[in-house]
C-alpha cells in the first residue's frame, strides 16, 4: 500500500536498461524485496491501530445477552424432585464514558506514537537507500579491486617469467626468482580472496533487493566530484535537527510518554459515566398450584409459573478510587521513569545527529581533495611501475624495485576506488542525516554512473556468478 506509488513512478520514469543495472533500478527492486522496509510499513500499520482502540474506550459501548436455563428442585423430606422449571432472558446495555481523564491521556500518547511511526517509516525509507547504494558500490568496489588484483598477477607473472629467463642466461641471481615467484603466489591468492569478495557482495546486494543482480553500472573515468551546495555545514546541521526522521520519532516518544505521566496521575481521580438497560425475562413450566380466586376458602383455580417480565433502567455511575494498595502512585513513578528514559534517549540521538550531519559534510568536504589526490597517485604509481620496468630491462633496476612498484599500483588504485564510491556514499548518509534524503537524491546519484564503466568485469564477474547476461 505504501511502496507501489513510488515504485510504479519509478518504472514509468527510468529508461529500459538492457546492457545493465542501474542505481535506481536496483533501489526499485529493493523497495519490493527488502523484508526490513516491510516490517517498517508493517509496525506503523499496527502502531495506527493503538489510537482507534485508545478512541474507542471513549465512545458508547452497547452489548447485549442472552440466555435460557432449566432448574428443578427437590426436598430433604421426600426426595422427590419438582417439575422443571425453564426461564428465558434477553438484556441490552448501553454504557458511554462521560468523565475518565486516564482514558483522556490515553488517547494522547496513542496518538503521539502514531505520529512517532509515520517518521519511522521514513527513516526505514531513508535507510534503505542508504543500505542499498552501499551494497551496490561495495559491488563496485569489489570489481575495481579485482580488477587491480588480475592486473598485478598478470605482472608478477611477467616479473616471474623474466627473472626466470634471465636466471636461465646467467644475468640474474636465483634470489630474483624467489622473490618474483613469492609476489606471483601471493597475486595468485589475493585473486582468489577477492574473487570471494566479490561474489560475498553479490550476496549482499541480493539480500536487500531479493533477486540477483550483474552487470551494474560504474563511475566513469572522468568523474568529478561536487560538494552539495544548499547549505553550509551548520546549515546542514539545524536542517537535520529541524527534519532528522529518527530525531523527529523520539521527540513524539517523549509527548506520548509526558501524556502516560497524565494518565497514571489522572489514576487518582474519580470516572463518571452514564448507563442504560433494557431486559425482558420469560419463565414456563414447573409445579402447578390450586389458588382461591373467590375467598370461599376452596381451592378452585390451577396456576403454573409461567411469568414475562420487562424491566429497564438508567443512571449515572460516579467511582472515586480511594485506595488500590500503593498500585497508583506506583504507576506514576514508573510513567515518569519512562518519560525520562524517553528524555534522555532523545538527547542522545539529537547529538549523534549534530554530530554525524558535521562529519559527513567535513567527510564531503575533505573527499574531494582526497579523490583528486589519490587519482593523481594512480597516475604516478604507474608511471613509476612502467619506469622502473624499462630500468630493469636495461639494468638500472632489479626485479625488487618493480614488485615494489607493482605493490604500490594495486594500493593506489584500491584506494581510489574506495574514495570514489565512499564520496558518493557519504552525499547520500548527509542527506539522510539531514532528513531531505528522497529518491530524487538517489536519482542524482545514478545520473554519474555509466553503463560502459567496467563493462568487461562485469560480464566476467556474471559468468563467474552463473548469471546469464542480457542481450
Do not use: C
Request: glycine share 6%; no cysteine; hydrophobic share 40%.
Amino acid at each position: 500500500m505504501i511502496r507501489r506509488p513510488l515504485v510504479l513512478a519509478l518504472a514509468l520514469a527510468l529508461p529500459s536498461a538492457a546492457s545493465a543495472t542501474d542505481l535506481m533500478q536496483t533501489y526499485e527492486m529493493a523497495r519490493n524485496g527488502d523484508p526490513t522496509l516491510a516490517q517498517a510499513e508493517a509496525a506503523r500499520l499496527s502502531q495506527k491501530e493503538g489510537v482507534v482502540q485508545a478512541r474507542a474506550a471513549l465512545l458508547p459501548q452497547v452489548n447485549g445477552s442472552a440466555s435460557i436455563s432449566k432448574s428443578n428442585s427437590k426436598t430433604v423430606d421426600n426426595g422427590d424432585w419438582s417439575d422443571t422449571a425453564t426461564s428465558r432472558n434477553y438484556s441490552g446495555t448501553v454504557s458511554q464514558r462521560l468523565v475518565d481523564f486516564s482514558a483522556f491521556s490515553t488517547v494522547k500518547a496513542q496518538k503521539a506514537l502514531s505520529q512517532s511511526a509515520d517518521f519511522d517509516l521514513d527513516s526505514a525509507n531513508d535507510s534503505l537507500i542508504t543500505r542499498t547504494s552501499a551494497a551496490y558500490f561495495n559491488v563496485l568496489i569489489a570489481i575495481e579491486t579485482l580488477a587491480s588484483a588480475e592486473a598485478a598477477e598478470a605482472a608478477y607473472q611477467k616479473q616471474f617469467d623474466y627473472a626466470q629467463k634471465r636466471l636461465d642466461v646467467g644475468l640474474a641471481p636465483i634470489t630474483d626468482v624467489h622473490e618474483a615467484r613469492a609476489s606471483y603466489d601471493s597475486a595468485r591468492a589475493t585473486v582468489i580472496s577477492q574473487r570471494n569478495t566479490l561474489k560475498d557482495a553479490y550476496e549482499a546486494l541480493s539480500e536487500i533487493t531479493g533477486q540477483p543482480i550483474t552487470n551494474l553500472r560504474g563511475l566513469p573515468d572522468d568523474f568529478k566530484p561536487q560538494l552539495p551546495s544548499e547549505y553550509s555545514a551548520q546549515g546542514w546541521v539545524d536542517t537535520a535537527l529541524a527534519q532528522n526522521p529518527a530525531l523527529k520519532s523520539l521527540q513524539l516518544q517523549v509527548q506520548s510518554a509526558q501524556a502516560g505521566v497524565s494518565g497514571a496521575r489522572a489514576g487518582h481521580l474519580p470516572t463518571l459515566s452514564l448507563s442504560g438497560s433494557y431486559g425482558r425475562s420469560t419463565a414456563w413450566g414447573g409445579d402447578s398450584a390450586a389458588v382461591d380466586t373467590d375467598g370461599d376458602g376452596v381451592p378452585d383455580t390451577i396456576v403454573g409459573n409461567n411469568s414475562d417480565r420487562d424491566s429497564r433502567s438508567i443512571g449515572l455511575t460516579l467511582n472515586v478510587p480511594i485506595f488500590s494498595g500503593g498500585a497508583t502512585q506506583s504507576a506514576v513513578r514508573q510513567a515518569i521513569a519512562q518519560r525520562d528514559s524517553a528524555q534522555d534517549a532523545y538527547e542522545q540521538q539529537r547529538r549523534a545527529v549534530v554530530r554525524n550531519t558535521r562529519n559527513a559534510y567535513q567527510v564531503l568536504e575533505a573527499g574531494i581533495s582526497e579523490i583528486e589526490a589519490r587519482r593523481s597517485a594512480v597516475v604516478s604509481a604507474r608511471s613509476a611501475f612502467d619506469a622502473s620496468q624499462v630500468g630493469l630491462e636495461v639494468g638500472t633496476r632489479t626485479v625488487l624495485d618493480v614488485l615494489t612498484n607493482q605493490n604500490n599500483l594495486v594500493a593506489a588504485e584500491e584506494n581510489y576506488s574506495l574514495a570514489k564510491y565512499n564520496f558518493l556514499q557519504n552525499r547520500l548518509l548527509l542527506e539522510a542525516a539531514a532528513g531531505t534524503l528522497d529518491a530524487a537524491d538517489l536519482q542524482d546519484i545514478n545520473a554519474l554512473l555509466s553503463a560502459d564503466a567496467n563493462a568487461r568485469l562485469n560480464s566476467e564477474d556474471a559468468q563467474l556468478m552463473g548469471t546469464p547476461q542480457p542481450q
